[in-house]
């Protein structure tokens, strides 16, 4: 087999591996670049014929592993998209998003380039049509099975508990011995909300894995969600509103498990309104909550039919509808995307909200430099939002353990399960998070490693 590193090979997005074994070609995820560059990266020509391709495993639905699967299939793919029920269907969510995003963005860019006097019209990335056309090439597989493919190759996946559906796959492929590759995809944490903790096989000759946080340790979970309890009461007390830019997949849904849980335990009030103010958002959660197969335990008793309903969530559609929110002035949290503050309808509550010293604002995930999000938690007095500027009055609160990815320690740990030491690629992480990872592979489990860079290939 032939593996090469097309994506988040010393960075962290546009995750895409091929491989050619067997006389065919793969793909290990189709994901978007974000950040520096990313336009250009995302319009580039791929680097193999996606007519060529037989079939892509996904690893999970997040947008840096499957985000361009609807240009893959637009530029003639025609395989299978392998993955899990779950992850097929959050992918279909989020691919559609991610259409009309792209839509929007190359609509405000010709808008742009007019207004400068050009008269270039630039095409989105991919159509919302483009994505439903990728909709039925899904095929959808189980935990724990052995598939068959073609020509001796095999796979499996395994729950790697990063977000609902993420998978740990297997490949299986002729060789003398026969021979087989691990993908860890994200790894989610020991104790994540809702899920089952990661697990995979115990043996493999080679893993692929990623390495985000590979260089750091969370602090600890309780300190968090304490934190968390402080924010909320203090600022019902001051006679606010608790605002929460979150993420629409994966952490919308754990906060709302943590706020059923809290106020289960008494710790805060009941009834406790919670607006979900993001469509995406709601339509997650319906996918989420179609599965309660792939819950824990206790998921499954926090979001169980037993006892009272002392959550209410509500969702709202129409643009009108988050508008009235602002005329709820105390006593409710509203969650709404984006997470970095950087688009969404958080900005709007943040434009009506952020000047108020009774609301408090709370942070739950990275926020990048140059992110209106970045601003607030450094401190700024005030932002400009919506062409607007706005006072920084609110209480500013930056929760850090709620991540959905394994730290180091817990990287390390989930490797040493691999009891025939494996040759490890580490990918998925920033170039100094993923050579500091392959110092601690090398020093404390004495794996053969590698930290491929962009483009690069090995036979393996
Ligand atoms: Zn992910």
Known sequence: ?????????????????????????????????????????????????PKEIEGVFLTHAHIDHTGLIPRLVREGFRGRIITTAATAELSRVMLADSAHIQEMDAQWMTKKARRAGSGITIEPVYTVEDAIAAFPFFDKKQYGEIYALKNGIRYSFSDAGHILGSGTLEIWYRNN???????????????????????????????????????????????????????????????????????????????????????????????LDIYVDSPLAEEATKVYFSHPELFDEDAKIVFGKKGKKTVRVHYTHAPQDSMKLNRITSGVIVLAGSGMCEGGRIRHHLKHNLWRPECSVVFVGFQARGTLGRAIVDGAKEVYILGDKVAVRSRVYTIGGFSAHADQKELLEWLK????????????????????????????????????????????
């Open 1 to 49: 087999m032939k593996i090469s590193f097309l994506g988040a090979a010393r960075k962290v997005t546009g995750s895409c591996f091929h491989l050619s074994a067997g006389g065919l070609q793969f793909l290990v995820d189709c994901g978007m670049h974000q950040g520096h560059d990313s336009d250009n990266l995302n319009r580039g020509s791929f680097r193999f014929n």
């Open 177 to 271: 011995p026969d021979k087989k590759i691990a993908f860890s995809g994200d790894i989610g944490k020991k104790g994540n909300p809702i899920l089952q903790d990661p697990r995979h096989a115990a043996e493999s000759d080679y893993v692929v894995m990623e390495s985000t946080y590979g260089n750091r340790l969370h602090k600890g979970m309780d300190d968090s969600i304490d934190e968390l309890v402080e924010a909320v009461s203090t600022t019902f007390k001051r006679g606010g509103n608790v605002y929460i830019p979150s993420f629409a997949v994966g952490r919308t849904q754990d906060l709302l498990y943590y706020f059923n849980k809290l106020v289960r335990d008494g710790r805060l009030p009941s009834p």
């Open 417 to 460: 399960l691999f009891k025939n030491r494996p040759e490890v690629f580490i990918v998925h992480g920033e170039e100094t998070a993923a050579l500091e990872f392959e110092k601690q592979v090398k020093e404390k489990l004495g794996f053969p490693t590698h930290v491929p860079s962009e483009g690069e290939s090995y036979d393996i």
